[in-house]
Nanobody
Framework: QVQLAESGGGLVQAGGSLRLSCAASGSIVSFNVMGWFRQAPGKQRELVAAITSGGIANYVDSVKERFTISRDNAKNTVYLQMNSLKPEDTAVYYC???????????????WGQGTQVTVSS
């Protein structure tokens, strides 16, 4: 069974930074691709960033140049460094892992419990 444990959310002023962490345990093959989704009230859950076990990363356009996803394969942990935060980044952020990028993108992977990020103006 795969378990994902997130940490690092909180309240920050616009322009500030936060770092999210997600530690995974279970079947290693299920960690091939890891990523972060977010869901704001009244909006669909969107994929913010994803990274393969080989370190290839992708981002949604709205966070490019501000967010950086990274992973430590030895620790089965993925990070999301969020800089220059904006009020529109406010959402619950979910860690997800999957065997393939398609599984992750189509939300068929495993999920963490979510962590709230609130950016005040």
């Amino acid at each position: 069974q795969v378990q994902l444990a997130e940490s690092g959310g909180g309240l920050v002023q616009a322009g500030g930074s936060l770092r999210l962490s997600c530690a995974a345990s279970g079947s290693i093959v299920s960690f091939n691709v890891m990523g972060w989704f977010r869901q704001a009230p009244g909006k669909q859950r969107e994929l913010v960033a994803a990274i393969t076990s080989g370190g290839i990363a992708n981002y949604v356009d709205s966070v490019k140049e501000r967010f950086t996803i990274s992973r430590d394969n030895a620790k089965n942990t993925v990070y999301l460094q969020m800089n220059s935060l904006k009020p529109e980044d406010t959402a619950v952020y979910y860690c997800s892992s999957a065997s393939t990028s398609l599984e992750l993108r189509y939300r068929r992977g495993y999920w963490g419990q979510g962590t709230q990020v609130t950016v005040s103006s």
